[in-house]
């Protein structure tokens, strides 16, 4: 099946530092991935499409110049947290889509 | 702006029982429905996906059902067992692939 990986699993960091987080598809090309934040007890929300070779698409409320993201190739979405503050740290997951979205494992960022 | 509800926020029964878990959805305009399976700390598990022009689908133990012009699933769990316990979200697609999640129901099976 297809999978989709994240690294770190985990981070934490102080804060005003900037935090790359990294998702792969392993075993297919995805031209579009997904980006989700999610907060404790609740549900997932969508902060951005990205796309292979062209700018992310960010969702209404999501801060574009904090919330970097490449998808400089077919394989490979970053997600980089610039100047990281306490109210940043959450669990952030992402997926890739052919014909359906495959999850990632998620990445919990803890910003101190 | 969709927006996708699920009733009850937790659920515990004891093993063996059947459960059902709600999922509605403001706007009948979906493409297709999904509910995932997620472990604490980790990340989603794809259970079953009922395109718009289905009424059901099933794998295993677990069936689930759609009514979209209700704006309603409906996701049963036939004889619970204690590796059922986890939290299970529902998300409607529309037309552009993205998803709308419900906060998801928590269940946990008692032995």
């Known amino acids: 099946g297809a999978v989709v990986s994240q690294h770190p699993s985990w981070v934490i960091c102080k804060s005003g530092t900037s935090v790359k987080i990294e998702c792969r598809s392993l075993d297919f090309q995805a031209t579009t991935m997904f980006w989700y934040r999610q907060f404790p007890k609740q549900s997932l929300m969508l902060m951005a499409t990205?796309?292979?070779?062209?700018?992310?698409?960010?969702e209404q409320g999501v801060e574009k110049d904090k919330f970097l993201i490449n998808h400089a190739s077919l394989t490979l979405s970053t997600l980089t947290v610039t100047s990281a503050h306490p109210e940043d740290s959450s669990f952030y997951i992402c997926?890739?889509?052919?014909?359906?979205?495959?999850f990632g494992p998620g990445t919990r960022l803890l910003v101190l | 702006k969709q927006e996708v509800t699920q009733i009850p926020a937790a659920l515990s029964v004891p093993e063996g029982e059947n459960l059902v878990l709600n999922c509605s959805f403001t706007?009948?305009?979906?493409?297709?429905l999904q509910w995932f399976r997620q472990d604490p700390g980790k990340g989603l598990t794809s259970l079953l996906l009922i395109q718009s022009s289905q009424r059901e689908q099933t794998s295993g133990r677990l069936n689930a059902s759609l009514d979209k012009s209700s704006g309603r699933s409906t996701l049963y769990i036939a004889a619970s067992q204690p590796g059922d316990s986890a939290t299970y979200l529902c998300?409607?697609?529309?037309?552009?692939?993205?998803?709308?999640f419900g906060a998801g129901t928590t269940v946990t099976v008692r032995a």
């Open positions: 706007d009948s305009a979906i493409y297709n």
């Open positions: 998300a409607v697609s529309e037309d552009d692939y993205k998803l709308s």
């Open positions: 990205s796309n292979e070779g062209s700018k992310a698409t960010y």
């Open positions: 997926s890739a889509l052919v014909e359906t979205q495959y």
